[in-house]
Every structure is written in structure tokens, then in C-alpha cells.
């Protein structure tokens, strides 16, 4: 493996905020030297900083879209945490298809998943649309999933996992009605895919032509980012959400001293978040 000095750390630290938003604190030396140190290696770079002086100086991108792609993979399942998913199945589906019954021209149901990795968490919201409304063509839902990495939009789009993918989340049930079998992949059927659009985002910039919606799921990336930037981002997600529309966050996350623009909603253990009018 190819050594890193403090120097270097520290350089490496700030340029990654500065292409992506993730902050690395010191303590995480082994993560970056992890997902990096191949990337280091096929630049035939001797050292990080010749890495560093390589990435700054490629006026085509390509390095920087590596290295965000390298750094911004999370890990990612079918269902993750199960209770946001009951929430949205049980409750909050129905009760925003009765509210837009009710208008004179009936909107769509509009759902972002932010930060959604291989597609797992917008698959696991379209199969819940799917066997929740009994008649899509009338009642009319938008799904959209956003993410920094081109890499995981491109196997998102893809919807193609492999056996311990789909072993994580999918009920046999599940995985037998919405996923075909081929050779050693698990490949999601066409009606699901067509369900969502997906669209390279950096949520440390500003949202363009997004639109509004109803539901946001924004789970477990923010804690990557520092706290003036995890203000910035639930601020500007409050703007696309529409007045009383729903925020869902991670188990162990908060938005207590960040944004005062929801209240919070308990369901049993799992805490998701409304907007104030």
C-alpha cells in the first residue's frame, strides 16, 4: 500500500470536501487510503501528492468523478430499517392520495430519494406503490432518485444485484414476483424500473429543475457532512418539500439545532419529520 503523511491527509481531507461535501476528519486515514489507494496505484502515482497535483490538473473531470465515486459508495439494502417503509405503506400513501383526491385536478404523488446509492431504497418505494395503489395509470406517481456517483446511478438504472443483494430486504415473495433470475445476477423487472427517473445530483449545490414533493428520503448521508452543511442541506430540502409533505432521515440521525422548518412524528420507535406550514 502506498504511504500517506500527515501532509498529505490533511490535503486529501480538504479536496474531497471541496469536489463532493464529504467530510473526513484525521481519524479516517484507513477509510481513505481504502478507497483510494487502487486508484492511486492505476495513475501509477509514486506518492498522494503527485495523486493530488494529478487530480487537480485533469481539466477533463474524469480523476474527480473517481474519486467521488470511490469515496460516496455506501452500503445500501432492499427495505433498510423496515419501519420507514411500513410508515409509507400503511399511512402516508393513502393519506396523500386522499388528500389530492380531494383537489379539483389531482396532483401527483412526487417521492425523492436523495443520496440512493444502487437503488435499492427507490425500488424498495416503488414495489410499495406498486402493491399499494391498485391503479397507477389513474392515480399518477413520480419517483425520483438522485446521487453524486455515476457509477452507482449507472448499476442503479441498471436494476441488477446479485444473490446477497437481493438476499438483504426481499421477502421470497418479493423477489419472486418483481426480479428474473439470470445466471448469477437477480434482474428487476421492467415494470418497477420504469417506475423512477434517476438524475446525477451533488447535494451540496443547489437543486435544479427537481421540482416538489410530497416525500423525501435524505437517510444516512448527512453525518458525513459538517454541521453548517447539514443546515444548508435540510434548508434547501425544506424548500422542495410541499407544505405538510414528510422528511425521512436515519435511525441515528436528528434534526434537533439543524432546521426548525419540521416537526417531528413518532410512530411507535421511528421518529420522521413533517413540514410546517
Not at 135 to 149: G, Y
Not at 162 to 178: A, C, H, M
Amino acid at each position: 500500500m502506498i504511504k500517506i503523511n500527515p501532509q498529505e491527509l490533511q490535503v486529501l481531507i480538504t479536496y474531497i470536501y471541496d469536489i463532493c461535501g464529504v467530510y473526513l476528519d484525521n481519524s479516517k486515514e484507513y477509510l481513505i487510503k481504502t478507497r483510494l489507494d487502487t486508484l492511486v496505484s492505476s495513475y501509477n502515482c509514486a506518492s498522494y501528492s503527485e495523486f493530488y497535483y494529478r487530480a487537480r490538473s485533469d481539466k477533463t473531470g474524469k480523476i474527480n468523478t473517481e474519486i467521488i465515486n470511490a469515496i460516496t459508495t455506501p452500503e445500501t439494502l432492499f427495505f433498510r430499517d423496515k419501519m420507514p417503509f411500513d410508515i409509507l405503506r400503511n399511512h402516508l400513501i393513502q393519506k396523500i392520495l386522499q388528500q389530492k383526491s380531494s383537489n379539483v385536478i389531482p396532483g401527483q404523488i412526487r417521492i425523492w430519494s436523495a443520496a440512493s446509492s444502487t437503488g435499492q431504497e427507490i425500488y424498495s418505494i416503488a414495489i410499495i406503490i406498486r402493491e399499494t395503489i391498485s391503479n397507477l395509470q389513474k392515480n399518477r406517481v413520480s419517483l425520483v432518485a438522485t446521487d453524486i456517483s455515476d457509477v452507482v446511478l449507472d448499476l442503479a438504472k441498471a436494476g441488477r444485484y446479485n444473490k446477497f443483494e437481493v438476499s438483504r430486504g426481499l421477502t421470497k415473495q418479493q423477489l419472486d414476483k418483481y426480479f428474473i433470475e439470470k445466471d448469477q445476477y437477480w434482474q428487476l423487472n421492467n415494470d418497477i424500473r420504469r417506475m423512477v427517473r434517476f438524475q446525477k445530483l451533488n447535494l451540496m449545490k443547489p437543486f435544479v429543475g427537481l421540482g416538489s414533493f410530497d416525500i423525501v428520503f435524505c437517510r444516512n448521508v448527512a453525518i458525513y457532512f459538517t454541521m453548517d452543511d447539514r443546515k444548508k442541506l435540510f434548508d434547501r430540502i425544506a424548500d422542495t418539500i410541499v407544505p405538510e409533505g414528510y422528511l425521512f432521515i436515519g435511525a441515528s440521525e436528528f434534526l434537533t439545532g439543524i432546521c426548525d422548518r419540521f416537526k417531528a412524528v413518532r410512530d411507535g420507535k421511528t421518529i420522521y419529520y413533517q413540514k410546517v406550514k
